[in-house]
């Protein structure tokens, strides 16, 4: 899957080395985290035209439908806690 630049914002599918980071973030802002691997659940981590991670959001497969799942967003975070973009 490519990337996806949108408002200068990037998506991109969340790594495997990410999913912590994300079930950490889903819980923090009491969120379910505990589904991640589900089938049908899809996940993106979102970034700013600068590389910085400024949130996460999903999508949940239902039959034909896809659902909204899980959106969480950390601007402060993401400017203290950036890693270098890839």
């Not at 980071?21 to 035209?49: I, K, V």
């Not at 600068?50 to 497969?61: A, D, E, I, M, Y």
């Amino acid at each position: 899957m490519s990337e996806t630049t949108v408002s200068e914002l990037i998506a991109r599918p969340v790594r495997e080395s990410v999913v912590p980071l994300l079930a950490e973030t889903l819980a923090a802002e009491g969120l379910a985290a505990d589904d991640l691997d589900h089938a049908g659940n899809s996940f993106f981590e979102f970034r700013d035209c600068s590389g910085v991670r400024v949130g996460f959001g999903g999508l949940q497969q239902v039959d034909a439908f896809a659902l909204l799942r899980s959106w969480s967003c950390y601007l402060e975070r993401a400017r203290k806690d950036a890693e270098p973009a890839l």
